[in-house]
């Protein structure tokens, strides 16, 4: 049975602009250190970084070598450390860590992406899933914007779909309003901004199915 599917919009022009408006960039702040947490978890060892868009790109840290990072440049093409289309040009199990930070709330292609990260990841690597919340007033905000938004327990469903496991509790990321950033978290989404979801490999598949295709460098690939 093929993967099930779930609709995206196009990313227009308005999500880019709107992560560089105060509202996005309060909840860009907010979320500053939740992504750099997420890079000092696995030292040394390669990473991949995924953001809505060029607004949102991490800068390069000491521990942050082997990380890189990509964002969506228009429906079919990702940018940045370099440019590609899917699927991803990266070796499979070959990253200990991906951090997904609005990226499938603005891609067309969140379904595809989602079941790549699983090829790349490692058996026990992470994906840290930062994503907006439509239950919280900020969605007021980023409404019309070419951004989407499910809640926790619709991603728990997507990714176990894709072959990984999350964690049974999210964590709410930024203001649930207000226009300063709140880098403090708290368990569940609650009513903030945006919450953090995380996710694991499994080691050991939960039931039997079939092998994934591997995928190494290609050779097309444009950097």
Known sequence: ???????????????DAWFASMAGQVLLVSEADCVRIAQQQWPGQPQLWLGACANLMPAETSTS??????????EAALAGDLRCRLPLPIV?????????????????????????????LLPGGSVW???????????????????????????????RAAGLSPEPISQGLGPAWGLAPVVDVQEGAGLRAAFLLRAHK??????????????????????
């Open 129 to 159: 899933l930062l994503a907006l919340n439509p239950l919280s007033p900020f969605r007021l905000r980023w409404q019309g914007q070419g951004l989407t938004a499910a809640e926790p327990i619709t991603w728990r469903r997507r990714l």
């Open 92 to 120: 499979s199990e070959s990253c200990a860590c991906v951090v997904l930070q609005h990226v499938l709330d603005a891609s067309p292609q969140a379904t595809e992406l989602l079941h790549e990260c699983t090829r790349i």
């Open 65 to 74: 070598a082997l990380l890189l990072r990509l964002h969506g440049a228009n």
């Open 1 to 15: 049975m093929p993967p099930p599917r779930f609709p995206r919009q196009s990313q227009p022009a308005s999500a």
């Open 202 to 223: 499994r080691r050991v598949p939960a039931t039997p199915r079939r092998a994934p295709s591997v995928l190494g460098w290609q050779p097309g690939a444009t950097a």
